[in-house]
């Protein structure tokens, strides 16, 4: 069987963040924990996507919240949870994730 395409979610692109970081977004990698020490993008926080249902409930609700992840994929799936099952309406997936960020000549921390 073929994976689903995942939905158009809201999406920003790695030109974006810094102004959506300086005007106040939260800023979540949800890769895993080994993925992260590897290499992260200044400024995101770790919130695993395996581990969303302790997390998801803490996130405000007053502030727009950029979701990155390695490629945009998981953090798509993330984005369109919080979206459709959680009832966020300020969440957008980084376009490309930390693949796009880095080939984009942006700051990665190891």
């Not at 689903?4 to 974006?16: A, L, R, S, W």
């Not at 080994?34 to 409930?57: C, H, V």
């Not at 966020?88 to 997936?93: L, Q």
Request: hydrophobic share 40%.
């Amino acid at each position: 069987m073929l994976p689903q395409p995942i939905p158009q979610v809201p999406t920003v692109h790695v030109e974006d963040v810094e102004g959506l970081e300086a005007d106040g977004a939260l800023l979540i990698d949800v890769r895993e924990r080994k993925e992260w020490d590897q290499a992260r993008i200044p400024g995101f926080e770790l919130r695993p996507m395996s581990t969303i249902n302790d997390w998801y409930i803490d996130l405000p609700r007053d502030r727009k919240i950029v979701v990155s992840c390695r490629s945009g994929n998981r953090s798509a799936r993330v984005v369109q949870a919080l979206i459709e099952q959680a009832g966020f309406d300020d969440v957008h997936n980084l376009a490309g994730g930390i693949i796009a960020w880095a080939e984009a000549g942006y700051l990665v921390e190891t």
